[in-house]
């Protein structure tokens, strides 16, 4: 069974950092691409960020870049999100993906084959 278990959300003020993590089970991350999501409360869900199996590259979106990084301990099993400067605009939950599929059809289209129940991220002052 394929499980992903999001943690480390909180609330914090608006510049303050936090690093989510997300604990994958029945599947290894050296051959799943990874990506965080996160969806506000009334909005469509967003993407954040992407990490390539294939070759490390990794995607963020505007939003994010700059302030975000995506890691992965494959020997934990792990993904990460690092997240500093925090703004208002980040508050969601944020949950992270896994995908046997091409990066690509990850980031640009969303495709994932497994996916965590989020942890919620608030911002506010």
């Known amino acids: 069974q394929v499980q992903l278990l999001e943690s480390g959300g909180g609330l914090v003020q608006p510049g303050d950092s936090l690093r989510p993590s997300c604990v994958v089970s029945?599947?290894?991350?050296?051959?799943?691409?990874i990506g965080w999501f996160r969806q506000a409360p009334g909005k469509e869900r967003e993407r954040v960020s992407c990490f390539s199996v294939h070759d490390g590259s990794t995607y963020y979106a505007d939003s994010v870049k700059g302030r975000f990084t995506i890691s992965r301990d494959s020997t934990q099993n792990t993904v990460y999100l690092q997240m500093n400067n925090l703004k208002p605009e980040d508050t969601a939950v944020y949950f992270c993906?896994?995908?046997?599929?091409?990066?690509?059809?990850?980031?640009?289209?969303?495709?994932?084959?497994?996916g965590g129940q989020g942890t919620q991220v608030t911002v506010s002052s």
């Open positions: 993906v896994a995908s046997r599929g091409g990066v690509l059809s990850l980031w640009m289209l969303g495709e994932y084959d497994y």
């Open positions: 029945g599947v290894t991350l050296r051959d799943h691409n």
